[in-house]
C-alpha cells in the first residue's frame, strides 16, 4: 500500500492509527489481497489541499486519457473514476478491468474514486450503472494509453510495433530488448485524447475480466476496524453542528426564544434563517444538549399536511388528479379488448412510503473558507451535491471539492445530501470546519422516502381462454422531490427550509416485463406531492426506483390471471414471452425454475392446509434494463399471527459479461436480504401531523435470524446470449430487488390461498387478509 501525504495524514480516522498493519493482517490470515487504495485519494500535482481553495479546481475532459490513467515512475498505475464505492467492490472490478487492457499486474494498479478536485465527472453512483457506465470508457482510455506507451517503447527500442508484446507492464522487442511503462511515461502525462484506432481487447482475449475473483481489499479494513468511514475523519478545529425540526410537518418558524435554564456549556452560536434552525457546539454532546435546550416557536399549519395514515393516501391517490401522466406503452386498443372480453379480472395493490434506514444516519463534515468549499461526504454523487452546495452557499461549483469517504450505505439518495448541505452553510456562517451527524429519529423519520403506489390492473380474457388485453395504471407520489443526487439548495431540506424552490420534476414508473398481449397499455400517474416537501415524507430514489413498487402489482397479478384460468404460473409466463424478443428472459426462467426443482401445478398447494403454520413458494421476474432476474421465494406462514418467513431463495440473474463472479453473486445476494426486509417489515408510518417511525421499533428492518438459505447464480456470465450476442455489462446493484415482493407475496397465496395485495407484508396486514377470507386460526 502506498503512503498517505500530508492531507491524508491530517485528516485521520480515530481506527487507523495502531500498530496492526494491513500486512501483518494479510500474512496472519492468510488471504491475498490486491493493492487497491480505498483511502481518500494520493493527492498528485494538479490536486490541491484544504488551505489552497482559492483558485477553481480542474474540470476533466471525459475523452481524454489523463483524465483516467496515469502512469508513476515507481510503476504504479492509477485509475481515476467518477462513481464511488458503495459496499459493492467495484474498485476491484475497476482495477481489473485496466490491468486487462494496459496488460499489468493487478497489486501494481491504484484505484481513485470519488473525489472531485482529482476523478472525472461520470455522475457519480446510481441507476446500478458502477460497472456498466465504466466499462467503456476506462478500458478505451487504458487501451489508448497501451498503444501510445507500444509507439513510445517502438522509438525507444528502435523496433517496429507489431514486433513489441507486453507482459506485466513490460514492453518486450526483438532480441527480448525490455522497457517498463514507468520508464517510457513515469509521472508524465500522455496528452492525448481516447483514440478509435487503439482497439479494445476481445473478450476472448481476456485474462482477468471473468477470470480472476480477486479479494477486495476494504474487507479486511472492516473486519479489523480500520475502514475510514466519513464518521472517522477529523478535521482540526471542527466544530459540530445540530438541526432543530418543527414538532408538526408544515409548520413555520416564528422565534427562536432562547433557552430552558443557562446557556448550554460549549455552545458557539445558534443560527436560523426561513424555517431552518440549527445550534453549533464545540463538541457533538454539548450539539445535543443545547438543541434539547432550546426554546423554538412553531406555527402549525392551519389544516393538516400530511393525509391521516395510509387508508387517507391511498384515497388520496386514487381520487386526486394527475400532475402528469404518461404512457410509456400502448399497443393494440386496450380498451376495445377489455369491453369485448368474455371475463375480465381486476385487482388493485397498494404500496407504502419506505426509508433508506441507513446503518447509521448521515455524517458529513464541511470547510468552507477564502472563496471555497471541500465537503467530505459518504453519498453515492459527490459531483451532483458539489451543485448543491455551491448553489446554496452562492459560490461557484469550480470552488468546491466533495470527497468520497465510505458512508453507511444508501442505494438511492438517503439522508446524506442533506447533511452535507447543512454542514457546508453552518461552516460558512462561522467561517470553521463543521461536523453534522443526524440523530436516528432524524435518519429514519427525515430522510427522503421511496415514493408510495398504488396500482390497478386488469385483464380481457376471450372464450378460449387467451389473455387479449393487459392493462397496467399506476398512480404514485412523484419519486424525486430530493433529486438523484442533488443538484440545487432545493433539493435539500435545508435549502427548501430557507425557501429555496425544488427542481419540478415528475418521475414515472412502470414495470418492464416483456410479455407478449396483444393489446397491452402501460400508464403512469404521478400525483401532487408539494405538500410533502421541508418534511419526513418528501420522496427521492430508493434502490430500483419504483420498480419493488410497480412489480409488486404486475407479477402478482400475473399469478392471478394464471390461477383464474388454471395454468401453472411459470408455464402460464413462459406462453406469452417471444423468443424473437425475450429468448434471454426465457433462458433466466428456465434455469430458474430447475434450479428450484419448481414442480408444476394449478392451484395452491394442498399439504397441510389446516394446520398453523403452512407453506408455498412463488415466483416473479423483471428485467431492469438489460439485466434480468428471476426468483423463487419458498415462504412459511402463520395463520394464527400472520408471520411469513422466508425459508429459501433462488435467483438467477443475466447482467451480461461479469467481470468479478463473487462481487455479482454478493451484490444478488445482498439485493435479496434487503428487498425481503423492504418486502415484510418496512412501511413507514406516519398521521396527519408527523412521521411516526423514528426508530428500529418502530421501522423494523430484517434482523441477522430471517435471512433464509439463498442459492444465487449468475446466467451466462461470459455475456453470450442465447443467440450468441455479446452483452456487456448491464448492472449488478439492484436488478435482484425487483422481483422479491412479488415472489413472497405469490408464495402467500400458495401456501394459504389468499391474496395480499398491500406491502409490506407485516403480520397485521397478512392476518387481517387471512381473516377477511376465512382462513385465519
Known amino acids: 500500500m502506498k503512503q498517505e501525504t500530508a492531507l491524508t495524514q491530517e485528516i485521520t480516522s480515530k481506527n487507523r492509527s495502531d500498530g496492526f498493519s494491513r500486512r501483518q493482517f494479510i500474512k496472519t490470515a492468510g488471504v491475498l489481497i490486491v493493492g487497491f487504495s480505498t483511502r481518500a485519494p494520493r493527492l498528485g500535482a494538479f490536486t490541491r489541499g484544504v488551505e489552497d481553495i482559492t483558485p477553481d479546481y480542474p474540470t476533466f475532459d471525459l475523452k481524454a486519457v489523463d483524465s483516467?490513467?496515469?502512469?508513476?515512475?515507481?510503476?504504479?498505475?492509477?485509475?481515476?473514476?467518477?462513481?464511488?464505492?458503495?459496499?459493492?467492490?467495484?474498485?476491484?472490478?475497476?482495477?481489473?478491468?485496466?490491468?486487462?487492457?494496459?496488460?499489468?499486474?493487478?497489486?501494481?494498479?491504484?484505484?481513485?474514486?470519488?473525489?472531485?478536485?482529482?476523478?472525472?465527472?461520470?455522475?457519480?453512483?446510481?441507476?446500478?450503472?458502477?460497472?456498466?457506465?465504466?466499462?467503456?470508457?476506462?478500458?478505451?482510455?487504458?487501451?489508448?494509453?497501451?498503444?501510445?506507451?507500444?509507439?513510445?517503447?517502438?522509438?525507444?527500442?528502435?523496433?517496429?510495433?507489431?514486433?513489441?508484446?507486453?507482459?506485466?507492464?513490460?514492453?518486450?522487442?526483438?532480441?527480448?530488448?525490455r522497457v517498463s511503462y514507468a520508464e517510457l511515461i513515469g509521472d508524465k502525462k500522455f496528452n492525448i485524447k481516447f483514440s478509435a484506432s487503439a482497439p479494445v481487447k476481445d473478450p476472448s482475449q481476456f485474462n482477468i475480466i471473468g477470470k480472476t475473483q480477486p479479494q477486495r481489499p476494504e474487507i479486511a479494513k472492516v473486519v479489523v476496524g480500520k475502514l475510514a468511514y466519513t464518521q472517522d475523519v477529523q478535521v482540526p478545529g471542527v466544530l459540530h453542528g445540530r438541526s432543530v425540526r418543527p414538532p408538526v410537518a408544515g409548520s413555520t418558524l416564528v422565534s427562536v426564544v432562547g433557552f430552558n435554564g443557562d446557556e448550554p456549556t460549549g455552545l458557539?452560536?445558534?443560527?436560523?434563517?426561513?424555517?431552518?434552525?440549527?445550534?453549533?457546539?464545540?463538541?457533538?454532546?454539548?450539539?445535543?444538549?443545547?438543541?434539547?435546550?432550546?426554546?423554538?416557536?412553531?406555527?402549525?399549519?392551519?389544516?393538516?399536511?400530511?393525509?391521516?395514515?395510509?387508508?387517507?393516501?391511498?384515497?388520496?391517490?386514487?381520487?386526486?388528479?394527475?400532475?402528469?401522466?404518461?404512457?410509456?406503452?400502448?399497443?393494440?386498443?386496450?380498451?376495445?379488448?377489455?369491453?369485448?372480453?368474455?371475463?375480465?379480472i381486476t385487482a388493485t395493490y397498494q404500496s407504502a412510503f419506505q426509508s433508506h434506514a441507513s446503518m447509521t444516519p448521515g455524517c458529513c463534515i464541511a470547510d468552507v473558507k477564502n472563496g471555497g468549499a471541500t465537503v467530505w461526504f459518504g453519498g453515492q454523487k459527490p459531483y451532483r451535491v458539489r451543485n448543491a452546495i455551491a448553489d446554496l452557499l452562492g459560490i461557484p461549483s469550480?470552488?468546491?471539492?466533495?470527497?468520497?469517504y465510505q458512508g453507511a450505505g444508501a442505494y438511492g439518495s438517503n439522508d446524506t445530501d442533506d447533511v452535507a448541505a447543512e454542514a457546508a452553510w453552518l461552516s460558512q456562517q462561522l467561517g470553521q470546519p463543521v461536523r453534522v451527524q443526524w440523530m436516528r429519529d432524524e435518519g429514519i423519520a427525515w430522510d427522503p422516502k421511496g415514493p408510495p403506489h398504488l396500482t390497478t390492473m386488469r385483464a380481457g380474457i376471450d372464450s378460449n381462454g387467451k389473455v387479449v388485453a393487459w392493462?397496467?395504471?399506476?398512480?404514485?407520489?412523484?419519486?424525486?422531490?430530493?433529486?438523484?443526487?442533488?443538484?440545487?439548495?432545493?433539493?435539500?431540506?435545508?435549502?427548501?427550509?430557507?425557501?429555496?424552490?425544488?427542481?419540478?420534476?415528475?418521475?414515472?414508473?412502470?414495470?418492464?416485463?416483456?410479455?407478449?398481449?396483444?393489446?397491452?397499455?402501460?400508464?403512469?400517474?404521478?400525483?401532487?406531492?408539494?405538500?410533502?416537501?421541508?418534511?419526513?415524507?418528501?420522496?427521492?430514489?430508493?434502490?430500483?426506483?419504483?420498480?419493488?413498487?410497480?412489480?409488486?402489482?404486475?407479477?402478482?397479478?400475473?399469478?392471478?390471471?394464471?390461477?383464474?384460468?388454471?395454468?401453472?404460473?411459470?408455464?402460464?409466463?413462459?406462453?406469452?414471452?417471444?423468443?424473437?424478443?425475450?429468448?434471454?428472459?426465457?433462458?433466466?426462467?428456465?434455469?430458474?425454475?430447475?434450479?428450484?426443482?419448481?414442480?408444476?401445478?394449478?392451484?395452491?398447494?394442498?399439504?397441510?392446509?389446516s394446520g398453523e403454520i403452512v407453506s408455498g413458494r412463488g415466483f416473479a421476474y423483471q428485467p431492469r434494463g438489460d439485466s434480468i432476474v428471476a426468483t423463487v421465494a419458498e415462504v412459511t406462514v402463520n395463520r394464527k399471527t400472520g408471520q411469513v418467513k422466508v425459508t429459501k431463495f433462488t435467483t438467477g440473474q443475466d447482467c451480461g459479461l461479469v467481470v468479478h463472479h463473487k462481487n455479482v453473486t454478493n451484490a444478488i445476494e445482498a439485493n435479496l436480504v434487503h428487498s425481503m426486509s423492504r418486502a415484510l417489515y418496512e412501511g413507514?408510518?406516519?398521521?396527519?401531523?408527523?412521521?411516526?417511525?423514528?426508530?428500529?421499533?418502530?421501522?423494523?428492518?430484517?434482523?441477522?435470524?430471517?435471512?433464509?438459505?439463498?442459492?444465487?447464480?449468475?446466467?451466462?456470465?461470459?455475456?453470450?446470449?442465447?443467440?450468441?450476442?455479446?452483452?456487456?455489462?448491464?448492472?449488478?446493484?439492484?436488478?435482484?430487488?425487483?422481483?422479491?415482493?412479488?415472489?413472497?407475496?405469490?408464495?402467500?397465496?400458495?401456501?394459504?390461498?389468499?391474496?395480499?395485495?398491500?406491502?409490506?407484508?407485516?403480520?397485521?396486514?397478512?392476518?387481517?387478509?387471512?381473516?377477511?377470507?376465512?382462513?385465519?386460526?
Open 268 to 344: 458557539v452560536k445558534v443560527l436560523s434563517k426561513g424555517n431552518y434552525v440549527a445550534v453549533v457546539a464545540k463538541s457533538e454532546w454539548q450539539a445535543i444538549q443545547a438543541v434539547r435546550a432550546l426554546k423554538v416557536t412553531w406555527k402549525e399549519p392551519p389544516s393538516p399536511v400530511f393525509p391521516n395514515g395510509y387508508d387517507a393516501l391511498y384515497e388520496y391517490l386514487a381520487k386526486t388528479p394527475p400532475l402528469a401522466t404518461a404512457k410509456p406503452l400502448n399497443t393494440g386498443d386496450v380498451d376495445a379488448a377489455i369491453a369485448s372480453a368474455a371475463r375480465t
Open 68 to 177: 483516467f490513467v496515469e502512469i508513476h515512475a515507481d510503476g504504479t498505475v492509477v485509475i481515476k473514476i467518477g462513481k464511488i464505492n458503495n459496499g459493492q467492490g467495484t474498485p476491484t472490478a475497476w482495477g481489473m478491468m485496466a490491468a486487462e487492457e494496459l496488460d499489468v499486474p493487478l497489486e501494481s494498479v491504484d484505484v481513485w474514486f470519488g473525489d472531485t478536485a482529482v476523478t472525472p465527472d461520470q455522475g457519480g453512483t446510481g441507476g446500478s450503472n458502477g460497472i456498466s457506465a465504466v466499462y467503456v470508457p476506462l478500458r478505451q482510455a487504458a487501451a489508448t494509453a497501451r498503444q501510445a506507451l507500444l509507439e513510445l517503447a517502438s522509438t525507444k527500442l528502435n523496433a517496429p510495433v507489431a514486433s513489441l508484446t507486453v507482459k506485466d507492464g513490460i514492453v518486450i522487442g526483438p532480441d527480448n530488448a
Open 398 to 404: 469550480s470552488k468546491v471539492r466533495v470527497i468520497f
Open 684 to 777: 413507514v408510518t406516519f398521521d396527519s401531523k408527523n412521521v411516526k417511525a423514528v426508530n428500529w421499533v418502530s421501522y423494523p428492518v430484517v434482523d441477522i435470524k430471517d435471512v433464509p438459505e439463498v442459492t444465487a447464480f449468475i446466467v451466462n456470465p461470459d455475456g453470450k446470449d442465447p443467440n450468441g450476442k455479446f452483452i456487456p455489462p448491464s448492472g449488478s446493484g439492484e436488478p435482484a430487488t425487483r422481483p422479491t415482493a412479488a415472489a413472497i407475496a405469490n408464495a402467500i397465496f400458495d401456501a394459504t390461498g389468499v391474496r395480499v395485495r398491500r406491502q409490506p407484508l407485516t403480520p397485521q396486514t397478512v392476518l387481517a387478509a387471512l381473516k377477511e377470507s376465512g382462513k385465519a386460526i
Open 471 to 609: 392493462d397496467y395504471n399506476g398512480r404514485m407520489l412523484n419519486g424525486t422531490q430530493r433529486a438523484a443526487g442533488a443538484l440545487i439548495a432545493g433539493d435539500t431540506l435545508i435549502g427548501q427550509a430557507m425557501g429555496y424552490k425544488p427542481r419540478d420534476d415528475a418521475e414515472h414508473g412502470v414495470p418492464a416485463e416483456r410479455y407478449n398481449f396483444a393489446n397491452k397499455r402501460r400508464v403512469s400517474n404521478v400525483i401532487p406531492s408539494e405538500w410533502a416537501y421541508q418534511t419526513g415524507l418528501r420522496t427521492a430514489h430508493m434502490r430500483d426506483p419504483n420498480g419493488p413498487q410497480s412489480t409488486f402489482a404486475s407479477e402478482q397479478f400475473v399469478d392471478e390471471v394464471a390461477s383464474a384460468l388454471n395454468v401453472d404460473a411459470i408455464e402460464f409466463r413462459l406462453g406469452y414471452l417471444d423468443p424473437a424478443v425475450a429468448a434471454r428472459d426465457i433462458n433466466v426462467i428456465e434455469q430458474v425454475r430447475k434450479a428450484a426443482n419448481w414442480m408444476s401445478r394449478t392451484a395452491p398447494q394442498t399439504e397441510n392446509i
